[in-house]
């Protein structure tokens, strides 16, 4: 009996057939990408030739660092992830009403006579020098800062040290869990402080102030001026 011959199977279209489904999955699926945390750096400004050195203090540096091994050290100290909230906090608000703790940064009242005076002396130096960006720059914080103070029913408010700074340094073996819960740290006690100013001064829910509002835009402006973040990340080390 004659064996009948098999047919060979045309695979003439399965390239094309691939091909589709390589496009359809590459229209289809999405692609996960990493959020960064936005953090705004500050212009760099040459100091001025005849301007004195600024005295930085000890007390208004707050210095955290993560170890490759992921242990935390706060001055220099090896501190649990739990303790470093309230560090934060104290930094913040330690010396506030009155002068407690020579360790943590100092307040300084400000009021209008104290803005109008400061604002004088900027105005001049920009008019004699209109490319003196550090005087301008100064010029529009003081103004903002007599914006803020004609707002507060007390016509006056506590500003933490101009050079307080929070210094956040990671080694390279730094895990990113560990950097996070930092970070989150830092944010959520800037966030408390907002949220107790706004509350109390405007009656307003600071997280639902409307960036795209003109009036929550100003609330916002003066907040940051309340509650300064000053963050700076150091150069990672290996």
Same mark, same amino acid.
């Given at each position: 009996?004659?064996?009948?011959?098999?047919?060979?199977?045309?695979?003439?279209?399965?390239?094309?057939?691939?091909?589709?489904?390589?496009?359809?999955?590459?229209?289809?699926?999405?692609?996960?990408?990493?959020?960064?945390?936005?953090?705004?750096?500050?212009?760099?400004?040459?100091?001025?030739?005849?301007?004195?050195?600024?005295?930085?203090?000890?007390?208004?540096?707050?210095?955290?660092?993560?170890?490759?091994?992921?242990?935390?050290?706060?001055?220099?100290?090896?501190?649990?992830?739990?303790?470093?909230?309230?560090?934060?906090?104290?930094?913040?608000?330690?010396?506030?009403?009155?002068?407690?703790?020579?360790?943590?940064?100092?307040?300084?009242?400000?009021?209008? %006579?104290?803005? +109008?005076?400061? @604002?004088? &002396?900027?105005?001049? #130096? =920009?008019? /004699?020098?209109?490319?003196?960006?550090?005087?301008?720059?100064?010029?529009?914080?003081?103004?903002?800062?007599?914006?803020?103070?004609?707002?507060?029913?007390?016509?006056?408010?506590?500003?933490?040290?101009?050079?307080?700074?929070?210094?956040?340094?990671?080694?390279?073996?730094?895990?990113?869990?560990?950097?996070?819960?930092?970070?989150?740290?830092?944010?959520?006690?800037?966030?408390?402080?907002?949220?107790?100013?706004?509350?109390?001064?405007?009656?307003?829910?600071?997280?639902?102030?409307?960036?795209?509002? %003109?009036?929550? +835009?100003?609330? @916002?402006? &003066?907040?940051?001026? #309340? =509650?300064? /973040?000053?963050?700076?990340?150091?150069?990672?080390?290996?």
């Amino acid at each position: 009996m004659a064996k009948r011959e098999l047919e060979e199977i045309s695979a003439g279209s399965m390239a094309d057939i691939a091909f589709l489904l390589l496009i359809f999955f590459l229209v289809t699926t999405t692609v996960e990408v990493d959020a960064g945390i936005g953090r705004t750096l500050p212009l760099k400004i040459d100091q001025p030739v005849d301007q004195e050195p600024i005295d930085i203090r000890e007390r208004d540096i707050l210095e955290i660092k993560a170890n490759s091994q992921d242990q935390l050290l706060v001055e220099k100290k090896l501190t649990p992830i739990e303790d470093l909230e309230d560090i934060v906090r104290d930094y913040y608000t330690a010396n506030i009403e009155t002068e407690t703790n020579i360790d943590m940064p100092a307040y300084t009242k400000i009021d209008p %006579v104290r803005c +109008q005076t400061e @604002i004088l &002396k900027y105005q001049t #130096l =920009v008019t /004699e020098n209109e490319e003196n960006v550090a005087a301008q720059k100064e010029l529009d914080s003081w103004r903002a800062k007599l914006e803020l103070c004609q707002s507060l029913p007390t016509q006056q408010y506590s500003e933490i040290s101009k050079m307080a700074i929070i210094r956040l340094e990671n080694q390279a073996g730094t895990s990113y869990g560990l950097y996070i819960q930092i970070q989150n740290i830092l944010k959520k006690v800037v966030n408390e402080q907002r949220v107790k100013y706004c509350t109390e001064i405007w009656d307003k829910d600071y997280f639902a102030l409307d960036k795209q509002n %003109v009036e929550d +835009q100003e609330i @916002i402006k &003066k907040l940051r001026i #309340l =509650v300064p /973040e000053r963050i700076i990340e150091a150069k990672i080390e290996r």
